[in-house]
Every structure is written in structure tokens, then in C-alpha cells.
């Protein structure tokens, strides 16, 4: 069993930067890949980026060259900068391990956090 916890999630105003983190429990961290996914309202939830446990990384065309995915296996932490932030990355943002093949598929992950509140206003 996992337990993630995201932080970092706050009002931001258009083209400001927000860094979110991801604490994970457990001692299996620095073998887990770990993705960022964010859900809007009334929209189904969209993948972000990855990290494998081996440093590769992964983004959304969406998001490629605005964010920037991270971890800290000392400290069990992964992170998300996310820069030149628009009102379309409005979103609750969560945190997932424990993928299958799949990385970039919500339904390939086992554990996830509650979600940290990202809203961009114009």
C-alpha cells in the first residue's frame, strides 16, 4: 500500500509558475514510476507527465516545454514546475504510482492521491 500526498496547489494569475509535490510513503519509491494527471470539471482525467524509476520522462503535448517533472528518492518527493500557466490549466492535480505498461493511461495506475486545487485566473 501506497499513500500519496500532493501540495502546492494554489490561485495563480496567467503566465505565473506553480511547483506541486508529491510525497509518497513506503519504501518502494525509488522503484515506482510516478505521474502527474490533472482533472477539470466535467472533463476526464488527463495525463500530465512521468517519471520512471529510472529517470525517463514523459509529457503531454499539451504541456511539453512548460513543465517540468522531478524527484527527490531521499525524500520520497516528486515534483511538477509548471510554468506560463494559462486559464486551461485549471484543474485538480493529482499525483499516481504503481503503473502498468501504460504510462500515460489513468487506468494504469493502483494509487493516488486526494488531488491539489491548480486555478489560473485571466
Known amino acids: 500500500q501506497v499513500q500519496l500526498e500532493e501540495s502546492g496547489g494554489q490561485l495563480v494569475q496567467a503566465g505565473g509558475s506553480l511547483r506541486l509535490s508529491c510525497v509518497a510513503s513506503?519504501?518502494?519509491?525509488?522503484?515506482?514510476?510516478m505521474a502527474w494527471f490533472r482533472q477539470a470539471p466535467g472533463k476526464e482525467r488527463e495525463f500530465v507527465s512521468a517519471?520512471?524509476?529510472?529517470?525517463?520522462?514523459y509529457y503531454s503535448d499539451s504541456v511539453k516545454g512548460l513543465v517540468i517533472i522531478s524527484r527527490d528518492n531521499t525524500k520520497n518527493t516528486v515534483h511538477l514546475q509548471m510554468n506560463t500557466l494559462n486559464p486551461a490549466d485549471t484543474a485538480v492535480y493529482y499525483c499516481?504510482?504503481?503503473?502498468?505498461?501504460?504510462?500515460?493511461?489513468?487506468?494504469?495506475?493502483?494509487?493516488w492521491g486526494q488531488g491539489t486545487q491548480v486555478t489560473v485566473s485571466s
Open positions: 513506503g519504501r518502494t519509491f525509488r522503484l515506482e514510476n
Open positions: 517519471m520512471t524509476w529510472n529517470y525517463n520522462t
Open positions: 499516481a504510482c504503481r503503473s502498468g505498461d501504460t504510462l500515460d493511461s489513468f487506468r494504469s495506475y493502483a494509487y
